[in-house]
């Protein structure tokens, strides 16, 4: 076992709400200054950035991660990370076809931007990428582990998509291995208000959408690999830690 | 009124119906599941669109008379069977919370 300093959850400018010098090489950088090694790139509903964040990540020696904050029907937010980059990559074209097509207006949400290699916008997403999907969390549940994934309730102590405030509760099913804080200062008191919470294993991370945000150094996770396992390994031990394995 | 009542003035569908001859003495309306569990009262017709297993288990709790989902909403795989066996009453209809919501005002 060793522990890794993680930031599981970060927004890139493919994120309406993420600020546009949220790019792949930016987030990387910066998880490197902060003392980050295992970052995971989650974007809402879509994946479009997580390539050159792989690239970005191995060029500032980073462990990378691809992800997405999935909405589901219910409106919960759902962490979903990857072992690999193509089965994150096919997970979002799956996800793509479950989407509820509003056209985006920048002014108001903010703009999509796709980023190339070298950390230029190549593109912008035209569609609306925060809204629901039309995925129940048990479709995505099931959706994720289809992809060899790993589904992690988002934020459970935020009100906002929060799956606590949404649904008043954990669900029973699907079952979760994990849940993910804003704060870990939240655990006591959320556990003691809501004992399906309790038994779960617990990650903290920032939900950053501003350089700044990015987690200082990262919390603490123990992972069953060497220090210098190797980003896939590090990645696969990292899926089964939240999978309950 | 009764839920039976109800779900015939209004041309509501029968999802799952347990116990008909229930009162239905007023209203709520809400999806936020942790919101609806403090404050709809007991008797209440909830009209949601929320359509997840935990709405049964608010009901429940909440001792409401009958979810009315909403805008056509499907029930989640398993809902109306946990319904019946909980006696929680689940009526649908195609139509908006908010045109719904002023009709069971009417009847009230």
Redesign the interface.
Known sequence: MSAFRCDLHIHSCLSPCGEDDMTPFSIAGMAKLNGVEVAALTDHNACGNCGTFFHACETYGVVPVAGMELTTS??VHLLCLFPLLEDALAFAKAVDRNRVRIRNRAEIFGRQLLIGPDDEATGEEKDLLINATTL???DAAALVKEYHGAAVPAHVDREGNGI??????L???PAFAAVEYRDGANIVRYEKQYPRLRGKRKIVSSDAHRLWEIAEPGYEIELNCKKDAGAETVRKALIDYLNGV | MTVREMADALNLESIAVSDGERTVSGGYAG????W??GRAQAGDAWVTI?S???TV??ASLADVSCIVLAEGVRP??GVAETAMSRGVNILGSEEPSFALCVKIAALL
């Not at chain 1, 606590?164 to 509760?169: F, H, I, M, R, T």
């Not at chain 2, 999806?31 to 942790?34: E, G, H, I, K, T």
């Open positions: 219910e409106d129940s969390l048990e606590v405030a949404v649904l008043g509760d669900p029973e099913t | 999806d936020l599941l942790s609806v569990m929320m997840n297993p935990n288990a608010v989640d795989k």
